[in-house]
């Protein structure tokens, strides 16, 4: 098992608002490239999504349960399909997306115990979480040509020390996809 993070990024780190949904002051940034480096399978996972389960935070779940349901090309079906888990204190149900379901307890836990790969998609309160906890396996990092020089980032200031080693790097239109795991701990 594997817990791999993926985000979109910028230059400078930020991971805030990359499709403009949030209404954020520099939304929209990763977008604003064109869609060759944001649609379908960009983040390369492949047969992870088959055989894995995604965990997103409430935020992220709710704003991919308003797209993804109602799409029907291959990689949407996938998405659809496959597991997902939601880490939220707040949200009741999990109906409007298709295999779907609310963690009951611990977050550090549920991943502790999971036997398939943990995906994780935004949610960067729950990856801050289980990076303090060093769960962290892989991180693959879509970079977009952007500097926001504001915003949150994925390594926050302060956050755990993490050496990385590059396994893989290509360009996907504007972006470059960057696959990095941890050395050994």
Wanted: a negative charge; glycine letters at 10%; proline letters at 5%.
């Amino acid at each position: 098992m594997s817990v791999i993070v993926i985000q979109f990024i910028t230059l400078d780190g930020v991971v805030t608002d990359p499709d403009g949904s949030g209404g954020t002051p520099g939304g929209g940034w990763a977008f604003r490239h064109g869609p060759e480096a944001v649609a379908g399978d960009k983040f390369r996972l492949g047969s992870t999504l088959d055989d894995g389960v995604m965990l997103m935070g409430r935020t992220t779940w709710q704003l991919f349960s308003r797209i993804w349901p109602g799409r029907d090309d291959p990689f949407a079906r996938r998405l659809n399909a496959v597991p997902k888990l939601v880490a939220s204190r707040t949200l009741t149900d999990t109906s409007p997306w298709a295999n779907s379901r609310l963690i009951d307890g611990d977050l550090v836990d549920t991943v502790k115990n999971e036997t398939r790969d943990v995906i994780i998609t935004g949610s960067l309160s729950v990856v801050h979480a289980l990076m303090a906890e060093d769960l962290v396996d892989e991180y693959r990092l879509l970079t977009f040509p952007t500097v926001l020089g504001t915003g949150q980032r994925l390594f926050p200031d302060h956050g755990p020390h993490t050496e990385l080693e590059c396994r893989s790097a290509q360009q996907i239109g504007a972006a470059v996809l960057a696959r990095y795991r941890t050395t050994a701990r």
